[in-house]
Structures are given as structure tokens and as C-alpha cells.
């Protein structure tokens, strides 16, 4: 009898092990075709601002003479154009793949008022020349959370980023920040604010709910052109970009990706709420600084 029961136990654990074997081929399986069509994607993507380079010069090239002084111009404006695609286009991938291999980062206390302050004065400009207003609305003596100051900034540099170039002039951008639970509840602020917020009752589906620590809710809100319900499930996949848009304004379509790579990160999840016509605000909740949070954070995945 304890023969068979070990028999069987050992058969049981093989099971478990072949099981988790297949497991394991099949995720790395996965694993593979995601990577070989990410390649095969930024291959694509480019050798189109590649091709127009060429063209423009062979072109430039062999009819220049032909040509009159302003047309030149156009054709390098263009080919210069198509060069700033590309280096946008390699810097994103490079970001995405450095954030994809790393597994650890040094996570700190951060101050979020830092980096959202370094993200306006990078776009007050932009803002200015567009003519929207920036609105920064931290809370004071909001306390630091766990993150990575430098990859943060990145999430709100691509989010005001995509927020300024998705609204018209007139408009408004906003980076909120406020402790959750405060006493600002965000039906008041919505209220209050002529742009979107997430509707109150999207407050109880936050991970931070009967957690032991606190949370500090970040939105970035435009009052832009929005995105169609359709379209909201897939514009964080890899250079996704809504149709109809995509020729007329700068962009890789891997600007959400990174936002989602690194706010996962910080094991946390970004959310939209998006109106057409209305606006779009993106949103993620992270934890507040403790003495004892730190280390809990320091290993990903
Ligand atoms: P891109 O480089 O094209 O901005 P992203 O990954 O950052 O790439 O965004 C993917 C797509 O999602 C954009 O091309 C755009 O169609 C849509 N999008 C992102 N942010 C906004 C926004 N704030 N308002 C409207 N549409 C947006």
C-alpha cells in the first residue's frame, strides 16, 4: 500500500511537472511570436520613413536642376521631416526594449510635484504656441510615492504629450494628483472642472480598495478630440494608431505602450475614460511611500 501511494504520488507530481512544462513551452512559445511580429512590425514601420528618404534624395539628385528653389525645399523639408520620424521612431523603440529587459529598478520616494513641474516647463511652449492651457492641480502636501523618478517623467511626458496633441486650441490639458480617500472626492472636482474625470463610482474599482496602504490617484485630462469606445482597448497595443489620424500628426504609436510597460512596473494598471468630441483622461494609482514599501517594490514581475 505505501508502495502504490508512492507510486502514485510520484506519478501525480510528474503530471504536475509535464503539466507545467507544457506550461511553460507554450508561454515561451507565445513569447516568441509576440517578439518575431514586434520585429517584424518596427521593421516595417521603419523602412517607410527610410524609403521616403531615399526617394526624396535620389530625386533631388538626379532632377534637382529641374526643379525650382521652393520645390528643392519642400522635398528637403520632407526628407528632414521623415528623419525626425525615424529618430522618434528608434528612440521609442529602444525605450520600449530597455524597459522590456529590465526586470529591476531602484524604486524611491517621489516627490510627484518634481517631475510633473519638469513635464510642464518641457510643453509650456508647445501649450502656448497652441493655445491651450496647462493646468497643474497637485494636492498640497501631497505625500511622495514608490516610483522611478526618470520613468515617470516618461509617463507624463507621453501622456501631456498625446493630451496637447489631440486638443485644439482653446483647450485645456490637466496632471492632477491627490491622495485617495482625501476630502476632495472627484465627483466634486468634476464638478468643478469643465474637462473629464473618471466617473466617481470608477473610485471603488481602484486596486488601492481595503489595501493597508495609501494610494495617490494621477490623471492627465484633455479636453481633445477623444477616443472611440472601439479604439480604447487597442491603443495601448504596440503602434496602434486611430485611423483618419495617423498622416496628420507626429507620432509612433508606441507612446501608450511604454505608459503601460512602466506604470505596470509599478504594479499598477492605467485606465482611460474618453468621450469623442469631449476630451480623454488617462489614470493610474500609486502607492504611497513608507519606510517599509520600499523593498516590496524593488523586484518586478
Ligand atoms: P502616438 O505616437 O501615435 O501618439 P500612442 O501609443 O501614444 O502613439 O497613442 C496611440 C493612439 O491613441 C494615438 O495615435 C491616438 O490615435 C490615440 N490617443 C492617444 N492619446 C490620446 C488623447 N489624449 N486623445 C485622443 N487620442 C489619443
Given at each position: 500500500r505505501i508502495l502504490l501511494t508512492t507510486v502514485l504520488d510520484l506519478s501525480r507530481e510528474n503530471v504536475k511537472g509535464i503539466a507545467m512544462t507544457v506550461q511553460d513551452i507554450t508561454r515561451e512559445a507565445e513569447l516568441n511570436e509576440a517578439k518575431s511580429q514586434f520585429i517584424s512590425n518596427v521593421s516595417h514601420e521603419l523602412r517607410t520613413p527610410l524609403?521616403?528618404?531615399?526617394?526624396?534624395i535620389e530625386t533631388l539628385h538626379e532632377y534637382g536642376e529641374d526643379?525650382?528653389?521652393a520645390e528643392q525645399r519642400e522635398f528637403l523639408d520632407t526628407a528632414n521631416?521623415?528623419?525626425?520620424?525615424?529618430t522618434r521612431l528608434v528612440n521609442d523603440v529602444l525605450d520600449l526594449s530597455r524597459l522590456e529587459s529590465f526586470k529591476l529598478y531602484n524604486f524611491e520616494p517621489v516627490d510627484l510635484a518634481q517631475p510633473v513641474e519638469q513635464t510642464l516647463r518641457t510643453y509650456r511652449l508647445?501649450?502656448?504656441?497652441k493655445g491651450i492651457e496647462l493646468v497643474q492641480d497637485i494636492e498640497p502636501s501631497l505625500p511622495s510615492v514608490v516610483g522611478h523618478y526618470?520613468?515617470?517623467?516618461q509617463v507624463f511626458t507621453n501622456l501631456v504629450g498625446n493630451a496637447l496633441k489631440f486638443t485644439e486650441t482653446g483647450g485645456k490639458v490637466a496632471i492632477r494628483a491627490y491622495l485617495l480617500g482625501s476630502d476632495r472626492p472627484m465627483h466634486e472636482q468634476h464638478e468643478k472642472q469643465p474637462f473629464l474625470c473618471p466617473p466617481a463610482e470608477s473610485v471603488n474599482t481602484t486596486d488601492a480598495q481595503n489595501l493597508d496602504f495609501q494610494m495617490v490617484r494621477i490623471e492627465v485630462s484633455d479636453t481633445g478630440i477623444g477616443i472611440d469606445m472601439d479604439d480604447q482597448s487597442a491603443i495601448f497595443d504596440r503602434f496602434f494608431r486611430v485611423e483618419n489620424r495617423v498622416h496628420t500628426l507626429e507620432g509612433t504609436g508606441l507612446g501608450l505602450s511604454i505608459v503601460r510597460n512602466i506604470i505596470e512596473k509599478h504594479h499598477s494598471h492605467v485606465r482611460l475614460v474618453s468621450e469623442v468630441g469631449i476630451g480623454t483622461t488617462f489614470w493610474f494609482d500609486l502607492k504611497v511611500f513608507q519606510e517599509n514599501t520600499l523593498a516590496e517594490s524593488d523586484e518586478t514581475d
Open positions: 524609403f521616403n528618404i531615399k526617394s526624396f526643379l525650382s528653389v521631416r521623415e528623419t525626425d520620424r525615424l508647445n501649450a502656448r504656441d526618470d520613468l515617470l517623467l
